[in-house]
Structure formats: C-alpha cells, structure tokens
C-alpha cells in the first residue's frame, strides 16, 4: 500500500512585488501599510479626544511630534537588538540609517512615540494620559495594518505547516530589493512548503485587542492611561506566543528569542500600572474660552467671502482643565465652565475675609485716633476762648464748677458751659454781652 503524500489543499499566496518604480521614485508596500495605519490610528484617536473635551484638529499637533519620534525609536531598538547587521564582521554602520531597507521595533515605536506625544501634550496643556487613553485602540489598529507590509515583504513568518491557510513564500533577490527572484522561465522562486503566517496571525490579535479595549473601556470607563496599558497586555499577550513561531532571524537569551523577554516584561509593567493607578475618566474644559475670530478690516471688497460661508475656524485653547463627566456634561450642555477646585474657593474666600477684616481693623484704628485728635483740639480751643479762666477762679472755685459739673452732668454740657462762656464774654462793666449781638 501507498500513502498518498501530504499535500496541502490550499495555500495563501504571497506578493512577489513590494517595491514600484513610479519615475525615479521608489514607492514601497511597507511604507504605505505603515502611513496607511498611521491614519487610521490618528482618525480614531481624533474623535476619542473630541469625546473627552479636547477642541478639533489637536491629534496632528500630536502626530507632528509623535510619529517622527516613533521612527526614530523604532529604528534605534532594531539597531541596539541586532548590531551585527550593521557592526558585526561585514557590517555597514551606515546603512543603520537606511531606515526604507526594513527593521523597525514595535517596543522602540511605542517608547520613542511616547516621548514625542509627551512634548506635543505639554504645548497643548492635555494631560498625557487623556492621549494614551484616546489611542489605545487606535495603536493596535495601526499595527494590524503595518503588518501587510510583511507580507508584502515576504518576512516575518513562521515554521512549516500543511494547514490550509499555509503561507507561500518567495525568496527575494538581494540584488533588486522589493521583488522576487526568478527562474530562467521569469517565474518567481518559491521556498519549498508552506509556513505559517505569523504576520497574519498579529494582526488579527491586533484588531481583537482593539475590540477589547472598546469593549472594556465602555463598560468600566477606563482612565488615568488604563486603557492605554491594557492595550498593552493584551498586545504583549498575543506577541508572546506568536513571536514563538517565528522563524527569522533574532538575537536569543537563554536560548528564548529576544522580542519573547520583552513581551514578557513589558506585561509585567503594563498589568502593574493596571492594577495600581485608580481614578475615573479623565475630561477636559479649556481653561478660559478660546479667542473670537478677528473680522478682517479694511474695505469690503477685499473680504474672503468664502473664508466666512465655510465659518470660523476654531481657535485652540491656551490650556486644558480635568473635570468629572458630570461637569463635562453640564458644559457641553450649558456651555458654562464649571467652578474651580471648592480647596482653591474656600481658600481665596478666606484670604478675602481677612484682608476685609484687617481693613476694618485698620478703619476702626483710624477713627479712633481721629476722634482723640479731635478731643485734644477740642479743650485746646476751650482753653483759647476762655482765657481769664485761671486767672479769676481760684482752686476752690475749679473744683467747685467740677462738682457742679458732676452732680448735674446734663447740665455740664449745656447751662454750666454756657454760663462759663457768657462769664468769659462779659462787658468791662462786668455784665454778660448780648448773645445776639
């Protein structure tokens, strides 16, 4: 008896092509797979900013700073993680800048974007953590569809396989990158079998944990960069075992391929953030309103009509504030910003009250003096108006006007001092004037 041979049933094909000449121009899949996925990662992280309070277009501020330094990044940890490529016995160091040949690392993506999303968050007064929590399942997104680049590519696939999704692979001619090697025939030279394909195999776990993470941050409302680090778990999950079945060429530790440690403990950081970081979804208000659109002067025929019939362009704010959702919605509703931190009130109403009572303290000092000064004044121009007063009453009769005085205080201040006043006006002939005169 004969065993039939195990010939696979089907197979998925590979391109034989990842490079067009368009002139002098080369246009490559990857590279196109790669901004392809970077805009839908900006489209998605774009209307989750908007959602949490931040005003339009502030995802291509980000993306300015972002995207570069993600390349950068990307680049670096391909070069630190195989130096022998560009170091080694045979190496060219230059072409560790040939970035358009391949080799980007996810983690040094990852890393290198966070530190330029950081900066362009500080300009824009956004809380780095409102970004990474809007990206999260946009970063996957953008993953998934960079990864047909390999395919493209012929790269990144794994061991043999006789499933029925087995990857056919070309050997690819080193001295015309981006196409196939072909026979004497012009047919593209196939590897013998079929593979897996790992690039297929990420990318589909890469739109899984997008879902997840839409799932998971509707229902249990996600913030403080928690929906960010569950992206990452759950990246780091599925790039653990795939990275398992690859097949390419990679520096080990322990006999475990590298990329398999760094998924490893990248999961660890990601679970510990998780699982320690606590606080509800972040929102924004823009701290004071943003400034009205100028009207242009001059004459009116010099008016952009057209700039006016497509309306005012926003104006970003100078700044952003965290609230909770309730006073997010009352905003958006209203359209009033909501009150400062109640701490910050109480303690501006408290400094208020003291300066008032300090003032008043002052005002009440001043009367008082004011009043001394005005008794002083008082019984020196007493003492001017009646200037025999010492000179005719004797010591028995001071003291007897003041026990006068004291018996009948009401009147001390009327018929006593006005007796002793019209005594200071008398005539040489010792009667009292006239009053009237």
């Known amino acids: 008896m004969t065993l039939a041979p195990m010939t696979p049933l ?20 990857y590279a196109l797979c790669i901004i392809a996925g970077i805009a839908v990662a900006c489209v998605v992280t774009e209307y989750r900013l908007r959602r949490r309070g931040v005003a339009p277009g502030a995802v291509l501020d980000i993306a300015v700073w972002a995207v570069p330094a993600g390349i950068i990044g990307a680049r670096i940890y391909h070069v630190i993680t195989s130096p022998e490529k560009y170091f080694g016995a045979g190496g060219e160091p230059i072409k560790a800048l040939y970035i358009w040949e391949g080799g980007l690392g996810i983690w040094g993506a990852v890393a290198g974007g966070a530190v330029g999303a950081w900066l362009a968050a500080r300009q824009l007064g956004i809380p780095l953590t409102v970004v990474a929590d809007a990206l999260a399942p946009g970063m996957p997104l953008a993953q998934a569809i960079g990864r047909l680049g390999n395919w493209f590519n012929n790269e990144l696939y794994g061991g043999r396989t006789t499933l029925p999704w087995g990857l056919e692979v070309h050997v690819m001619d080193p001295d015309n ?45 996600l913030g403080r960069g928690r929906a960010f680090a569950l992206y990452v778990m759950g990246y780091t999950v599925g790039r653990f075992w795939i990275e398992l079945m690859r097949t390419d060429e990679a520096n080990h530790i322990l006999g475990v391929r590298l990329n398999v440690w760094t998924a490893a403990l990248v999961f660890l950081g990601a679970l510990v953030y998780f699982v320690r970081v606590r606080g509800p979804r972040e929102y924004l208000v823009p701290v004071g309103e943003p400034a009205a659109p100028v009207a242009p002067a001059g004459d009116v025929s010099q008016v952009d009509l057209s700039a006016g019939e497509a309306g005012a362009r926003p104006v970003a704010p100078e700044g952003y504030r965290v609230v909770t959702e309730d006073q997010f919605r009352a905003y958006r509703e209203t359209g009033a910003l909501p009150p400062t931190e109640p701490a910050a009130t109480g303690d501006a109403d408290r400094a208020a009250a003291d300066d008032d009572a300090d003032r008043a303290a002052a005002d009440d000092d001043a009367d008082r003096a004011a009043a001394d000064d005005d008794a002083d004044r008082a019984v020196i121009d007493d003492d001017a108006v009646r200037p025999d007063r010492a000179a005719t009453d004797g010591p028995d009769d001071a003291s007897a006007d003041r026990a006068g005085a004291g018996d009948d205080p009401a009147g001390s201040d009327h018929t006593g001092g006005v007796d002793r006043a019209d005594a200071g006006r008398a005539d040489a002939g010792g009667r009292p004037t006239d009053r009237d005169s």
């Open 10 to 29: 089907a197979a998925m094909p590979s391109p034989s092509t990842a490079v067009w000449q368009l002139g002098p121009f080369p246009i490559r899949a």
């Open 177 to 221: 990158p981006g196409h196939a090697l072909r026979d004497d025939a012009g047919n593209p030279v196939l590897q013998p079998g079929l593979y897996h394909p790992t690039f297929l195999y990420e990318l589909l776990w890469n739109v899984g944990v997008a879902a997840l993470v839409l799932i998971l941050d509707r229902r249990l409302r």
